[in-house]
C-alpha cells in the first residue's frame, strides 16, 4: 500500500491503541491465563467493497511484531455477505487487545469505500468524477481518503497546503471575487492552480476575467444546476466543480449537467459503517 505515509499510520495506530488499552486489557487479564492462543478471522456480514485490511493489521503488529494477518482479499474489492475477508492466529491477549482498534478502522474504511462505489456508479457512463472533501474524522484523513480512493473515487485536497480553493469568506475579507484572485495569481504564481467559489453570473466572469483554472459551484437548490451550464458556454476548458447538498439520487444529474469534479461531504462525514465481525476460538 504505496499511497500510506507508513510512517504516519504506526503512530496514529499507537495513540488508538493507548486510547482504548489505557494501562491494559483488565478483563482478559482476569479471565484467562498467560501465553494463551487462539485464532480469528474478519467476516463480512453484507456486501461491500474492502478497506483498511493493512490498518487492521498494523494494529496487531505494533501489539506484538509476530503477529500477521492472512487476507483472502485485497483492499478495494467487493465481497458478499459471509465472505471471511481475512484470518490471524497467535496469543489471545494480542486479538482481544487489538479486536476493536482494528475491526473500527476496517468497519468505517470499509463503508467509506462501499459508499464512494455507490456514487461513482451513479455518475457512471459521464465524464464526472467523484471526489472527497476536508470533512474528514480528525486524526483519520490518510485512512479515509485512502478508502474513497479504493471506492474509486479522487482525493480533492487533502489539507489547507495541497491547493488553492478560494471560498466566500476569502472574497469577504479580500475585497472581492476578482481582487482573491488576482492577488492569489500574483503571489503564488502559475505552479499553483486557483478555484474559485462562485454562485452567481457575476461571480463567473470575475473568476475567468481573473485567471482562475477552476471553479466550484455551491449546490443549495436546483437553480444551482444552470451555473454549470452557463460556466461552460463563457469558458470551455474551467475545471468545473460542484460541492454541496448532493446525494447519491441527486448526483447523476450535476454530471449530465456537466460537472468534472464532484466533491461529496457524505463519503466521509456520515458514512455507515460496514457489517464486519471479528471471531475468535481457542487455538
Known amino acids: 500500500m504505496n499511497w500510506l505515509d507508513e510512517g504516519a499510520l504506526y503512530s496514529s495506530i499507537g495513540l488508538f491503541l493507548r486510547e482504548d488499552l489505557g494501562r491494559g ?3 482478559t487479564q482476569a479471565t484467562l491465563m498467560r501465553n494463551t492462543r487462539a485464532r480469528a478471522r474478519f467476516v463480512a456480514g453484507e456486501k461491500m467493497i474492502v478497506a483498511g485490511l493493512e490498518a487492521a493489521e498494523e494494529v496487531f503488529v505494533t501489539l506484538d511484531p509476530q503477529q500477521q494477518i492472512e487476507a483472502f482479499v485485497a483492499d478495494g474489492e467487493e465481497v458478499d455477505a459471509g465472505k471471511v475477508i481475512a484470518r490471524t492466529s497467535g496469543f ?3 486479538l482481544l487487545a487489538g479486536e476493536c482498534v482494528a475491526l473500527n478502522l476496517l468497519q468505517h474504511l470499509s463503508g467509506i ?3 464512494t462505489r455507490e456514487f461513482v456508479l451513479a455518475v457512471e457512463g459521464t465524464n464526472a468524477k467523484i471526489a472527497d472533501t476536508r470533512k474528514t474524522t480528525p486524526g483519520l484523513r490518510m485512512l479515509e481518503k485512502y478508502a474513497v480512493l479504493l471506492g474509486g473515487g479522487v482525493n480533492h485536497r487533502h489539507g489547507l497546503d ?4 478560494i471560498t466566500a469568506n476569502h472574497v469577504a475579507l479580500a475585497g472581492g471575487l476578482g481582487a482573491a484572485v488576482k492577488s492569489t495569481r500574483e503571489k503564488l504564481g502559475h505552479l499553483h492552480k486557483v478555484e474559485v467559489e462562485v454562485s452567481n453570473d457575476r461571480d463567473i466572469k470575475e473568476a475567468v476575467e481573473n485567471g ?7 449546490i443549495r437548490s436546483s437553480e444551482n444546476v444552470d451555473l454549470i451550464a452557463r460556466v461552460r458556454a463563457l469558458s470551455p476548458t474551467l475545471l468545473i466543480i460542484v460541492s454541496g447538498t448532493i446525494t447519491s439520487e441527486s448526483v447523476r444529474s450535476f ?13 466521509t462525514q456520515s458514512v455507515k459503517a460496514a457489517d464486519v465481525s471479528f471471531q475468535i476460538q481457542p487455538g
Do not use: P, Q
Open 25 to 27: 486489557d483488565i478483563t
Open 92 to 94: 489471545a491477549d494480542v
Open 113 to 115: 469505500a462501499t459508499r
Open 162 to 165: 495541497d491547493g488553492v480553493a
Open 212 to 218: 482562475a483554472d477552476a471553479v466550484a459551484i455551491m
Open 255 to 267: 454530471a449530465e449537467a456537466g460537472a468534472d469534479l464532484i466533491r461529496v461531504d457524505a463519503l
